[in-house]
């Protein structure tokens, strides 16, 4: 699920630009032997200190620890949506197109042509439409549609085969049966609980066309590293956890699609080793850095931090993550046909 798409242009620009090319941080990287935080980095760049929580009714979000979180009923999203956060999914966004060598397998493009001038797409859980967007310049003669709960969706920078709608997948989506050609879901691990899984994926079964094509694109649990990386790791997936989420559903794709009449063409896991030189392992150190940073509101206490030490916390990890043993991240890719 996505957030906001509201800084400049320039901005945004540049980041495409810059993605995958070079690291986007510098860290200070004191640390100790310990997974606990005991000395502070002498310049810090994560260095915020927030406590304060509120509530707009008006425009639906509330702030807490200094970002500002959608306020929808009924969703089980936890991360931001504000404008850091949004940088950061573009940067996720164009990693996971390099790693998976593109925005749609070719496993889908050899069966849907998307240059006849009919096809119609589907983003499920667009948020800012960063990959709606960018495969809409891909392919300018097929349709695209983003669906989000939140109205998030970008204003002025917007290809003309784009558009935007609310919905949601666990209630019915503004869609009749055997609309799209093709629908796209991606890393609903924090938006989805456990038992909210099938419903979403029976949905998108109704919606495609007989032949259309699911693909779904999530990431597993930090499990892999040394002592410190499996501390943060564990603490994570407990979190996820005590929110009635699954952890491991990338694992649990294929049975998944299969529970609800896909037949499956293609599962792929590729594992992601961050420490490694490489710029897209730099571009996914990145990620999981600011993974943590931004859900330090519900982190900050099961790890042992405060908002004044939190920064000490992240700067510590982005060191940790280049030692070895190896820390790796997983993701998985599931091909589903209607």
């Not at 495409?16 to 935080?37: A, G, M, R, V």
């Not at 405060?306 to 998985?332: G, H, I, T, V």
Request: hydrophobic share 35%.
């Amino acid at each position: 699920m996505g957030v906001k798409l509201s800084t400049s242009i320039s901005k945004k620009k540049k980041r495409i630009t810059n993605s995958l090319q070079t690291p986007k941080k510098t860290y200070n990287t004191n640390s100790t032997d310990h997974p606990s935080i005991n000395s502070a980095p002498t310049t810090p760049n994560y260095n915020e200190k927030h406590g304060a929580s509120s509530i707009n009714s008006i425009t639906d979000s509330m702030s807490m620890s200094g970002r500002t979180f959608h306020h929808v009923a009924n969703s089980a999203y936890w991360f931001p949506n504000d404008d850091e956060e949004m940088d950061r999914l573009i940067g996720q966004h164009f990693a996971l197109k390099t790693l998976f060598g593109g925005n749609i397998s070719n496993i889908i493009l050899k069966d849907i042509d998307m240059e006849k001038g009919d096809t119609i797409v589907l983003d499920l859980g667009c948020g800012p439409g960063t990959w709606l967007m960018d495969v809409a310049t891909e392919y300018p003669s097929s349709q695209f549609i983003g669906v989000d709960m939140c109205d998030i969706f970008p204003n002025n920078i917007r290809p003309p085969n784009v558009s935007f709608q609310i919905g949601n997948a666990l209630e019915r989506l503004p869609f009749s049966d055997n609309t799209f050609d093709f629908i796209n879901i991606r890393l609903f691990i924090i938006a989805l609980k456990g038992e909210e899984w099938p419903v979403v994926i029976q949905e998108a079964y109704r919606i495609l066309k007989p032949g259309g094509y699911l693909q779904i694109v999530e990431c597993g649990m930090l499990e892999r590293g040394n002592d410190f990386v499996k501390y943060a790791g564990k603490i994570f997936k407990e979190v996820i956890e005590s929110r009635g989420q699954e952890p491991y559903i990338a694992f649990k794709l294929q049975s998944l699609l299969e529970n609800q009449q896909f037949k499956v063409h293609h599962y792929e896991n590729k594992d992601v080793f961050l420490g490694k030189p490489d710029a897209l392992s730099k571009e996914f150190l990145w990620d999981a850095c600011n993974i943590f940073k931004s859900a330090q509101p519900v982190l900050q206490e099961p790890l042992g931090c405060n908002a004044d030490n939190y920064p000490q916390f992240l700067n510590r990890l982005y060191k940790e993550l280049q030692k070895q043993p190896d820390a790796m991240w997983s993701f998985s890719i599931c091909i589903g046909r209607k």
